[in-house]
């Protein structure tokens, strides 16, 4: 029995360890990627790993919600209700990003499963991750070309376009920087589209400043996770803390 459990303890942290950017993380779509000004926009906020997916993340779990107008002004929303939440009427002609914070949360794998609970309250914690996690789209308002889209908005793990996403289609690339905590973070980037499911359809690394370009390939939506990680400060509560940031655009649900 001990000889089991423990093999079922090394084959989890081989997984965990394997595959952290398979993990959960969530992104938000809007239900139009194009509107006039003046008109308001539904933001959804999905959660899992197969995108674009259909597993919208609880509206509790949902810590905060901004919109960036294309002057770089950030605005609060109102996340009281259900989702979908509506943003007040986009009146600013240019590019808008749509910006979400998920609640920071434990999750402890252990032989019997996972639970959202840190090491301390659980029997036999095999690995436990404090999570802290970003989603950002874009949203076009008009033919005006001003944006904000690279203002640094203090997520912990962000990813800031280095173009306008709402130009792109297929056979386009994008420039973007990863930072973490401010500064560049050297990573691997996930890539998908409409299509991808589980799988990305291209992997990509960024360079020492952060950096990183790829080529959209299928068709939109299409998403970029990032991901980055750091010891728990206390490692008796908790061994990590995880974050995922994610880039959606090109597309709507």
Request: aromatic share 8%; glycine share 10%.
């Given at each position: 029995m001990c000889f089991d459990r423990f093999r079922r303890s090394a084959v989890l942290i081989a997984l965990f360890l394997a595959a952290p950017l398979a993990a959960h993380q969530p992104w938000v779509l809007t239900d139009r990627e194009e509107v006039a000004t003046g008109q308001a926009v539904d933001v959804q906020v999905y959660f899992g790993h197969v995108f674009p997916g259909h597993e919208l993340i609880d509206a509790e779990r949902v810590a905060a919600v901004q919109t960036?107008?294309?002057g770089g002004r950030v605005r609060p929303l109102d996340t009281d209700s259900r989702m979908p939440?509506?943003?007040?009427?986009?009146?600013?002609?240019?590019?808008?990003?749509?910006?979400?914070?998920q609640v920071?949360?434990?999750?402890?794998?252990?032989?019997?499963?996972?639970?959202?609970?840190?090491?301390?309250?659980?029997?036999?914690?095999?690995?436990?991750?404090?999570?802290?996690?970003?989603?950002?789209?874009?949203?076009?308002?008009?033919?005006d070309e001003r944006h904000a889209i690279d203002r640094p908005l203090g997520h912990r793990l962000e990813i800031l376009p280095g173009d306008d996403p709402?130009?792109?289609?297929?056979?386009?690339?994008?420039?973007?920087?990863?930072?973490?905590?401010?500064?560049?973070?050297?990573?691997?980037?996930?890539?998908?589209?409409?299509?991808?499911?589980?799988?990305?359809?291209?992997?990509?690394e960024t360079d020492a400043g952060g950096r990183a370009v790829f080529g959209l390939e299928g068709a939109g939506p299409w998403m970029a996770v990032a991901h980055a990680e750091r010891p728990y400060p206390d490692p008796e509560v908790c061994d990590v803390e995880s974050f995922h940031a994610t880039l959606t655009f090109g597309g709507s649900r």
């Open positions: 960036v107008d294309p939440f509506p943003t007040p009427p986009l009146d600013e002609t240019g590019t808008w990003v749509i910006a979400v914070e920071r949360g434990y999750w402890t794998q252990t032989p019997e499963g996972g639970r959202p609970l840190p090491r301390t309250e659980l029997r036999e914690p095999v690995h436990c991750s404090y999570s802290g996690n970003s989603a950002k789209t874009v949203v076009r308002v008009g033919a709402t130009n792109l289609e297929a056979g386009d690339r994008l420039t973007i920087e990863v930072r973490f905590d401010g500064q560049p973070h050297v990573g691997s980037v996930l890539l998908f589209h409409a299509d991808s499911g589980e799988e990305p359809y291209s992997t990509v």
